[in-house]
């Protein structure tokens, strides 16, 4: 425990003259001032990796959307398309923070698969669609919590961003693992 002397020579908050200071410091970097702790770097890696998952998943959706037939293919495909229009969602919101730190989102079909997490897997049946769409969730979902760990305190604003997204991915995988079980009741009747 440190005394209480030494926590006044450790200031909580930063003096305003010094926020003021350097705030002029650097203006053309917009939102990412000096108290930007992250090392930039990997932060835009990080979600430039994010984006390409969320790029992968949209277009694994969609295909999974088109290709959906057979018995109860309308419901489980108006879920891919939803599915496939929130990972677009997800996209775009990344995109956008990558350039409000100051970096260029990647939209490169070239090594697209390879910057993503998730797989693009088309799927043989509407099962295995499921299956797989339930696969890339698990995967997103666990690369978003590392994420999130990640950004801690450094920058709370993109740990809320990827917060918000894993909470969607979570309700995905759930949604998937309940049309998983409603196939596997249906084929059992
Ligand atoms: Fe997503
Ligand atoms: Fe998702």
Redesign the pocket.
Known sequence: MPKPDENKKQPFLTDVKTLRARARQHIERGAVTEGYTADRETVLKLLNEALAT?II?VLRYRRHYFMASGLEAQSVAAEFLQHAN??QG?ADQIAARIVQLGGEPNFSPDGLSARSHAEYVEGTDLIDMIKEDLVAERI?IESYRDMVRFFGEKDSTTRRMLEE?LA??EEHADDLADLLGDSAGTAAN
Request: proline letters at 0%.
């Open positions: 969320e998943c929130e990972e997800h997103a997204i969607t991915e």
